[in-house]
């Protein structure tokens, strides 16, 4: 059974049309990241959430927020994406931020934009 | 800054053994991950390594020597669904997780 869920697989956007991916899981993680992976380079970590607390990235564009209204659900929203933000967006949860725990992904939204 | 290196392609042979190796600099060393990723798909988790040594998991292995910032990720009686992308990533004093940008690996039959 899956554990991180990621809605939806595939989404096609229009150029500068705001668009929310989500993310849900069963595993009562306290940790979840998002990550932005274009073809055949590493995941970028985007946010992640200890529990309610929030950490930005230094990097990442202003044009990509998050909410995670509870421990489940995480949202990704794109607030007017761009040609280059055309890529694999992976969420991933764990236990805590440390030692030896792992960081279990869902299957990914590959994202288009037109 | 912070750097994870690993060769961009390997081609391996059904049945034979192949060495997948990671170099990283870091700020800091928390442990090291591997993890498969098949095209299109999520990576999953391989194995993790924080001391020296070797971590054998059934076909795969893991090494680690902390003093030389290497690692390596051994594969034996390599089947076609192997063929995936392996990803080295390290954990620093900060405990976030630094990623290479994997290793192809192509098995011919």
């Known amino acids: 059974d899956a554990m991180v869920i990621q809605n939806p697989r595939y989404q096609v956007t229009q150029f500068g049309k705001p668009v929310t991916l989500s993310c849900s899981q069963t595993?009562?993680?306290?940790?979840m990241y998002w990550y932005q992976q274009k073809s055949s380079q590493a995941p970028k970590l985007l946010f992640h959430?200890?529990?309610?607390?929030?950490?930005n990235e230094a990097d990442t564009p202003d044009n990509f927020q998050s909410r995670r209204p509870n421990t489940s659900f995480c949202f990704l929203d794109i607030r007017s994406p761009g040609l280059g933000d055309a890529a694999m967006y992976l969420c991933?949860?764990?236990?805590?931020?440390?030692?030896?725990?792992?960081?279990?992904f869902g299957a990914g939204t590959r994202l288009s934009v037109l | 800054g912070q750097n994870i290196d690993q060769p961009t392609e390997m081609t391996a042979t059904e049945g034979a053994i192949v060495q997948i190796n990671c170099t990283y600099q870091?700020?800091?060393?928390?442990?090291l991950f591997w993890y498969q990723q098949h095209a299109g798909e999520a990576p999953t988790f391989l194995s993790y390594?924080?001391l020296d040594g070797l971590e054998e998991k059934g076909r795969f292995s893991s090494f680690l020597s902390r003093s030389k910032g290497y690692s390596y990720l051994l594969l034996k009686e390599l089947q076609m669904k192997d063929s995936a992308s392996y990803l080295c990533?390290?954990?620093?004093?900060?405990?976030?997780?630094?990623w290479g940008a994997g290793t192809k690996l192509i098995i011919k039959p």
């Open positions: 991933a949860t764990s236990r805590t931020s440390g030692g030896s725990d792992i960081q279990y």
């Open positions: 595993l009562n993680h306290n940790v």
């Open positions: 959430y200890y529990d309610k607390d929030f950490n």
């Open positions: 870091t700020s800091g060393f928390n442990g």
């Open positions: 390594n924080v």
């Open positions: 990533a390290v954990q620093d004093s900060n405990y976030q997780l630094i």
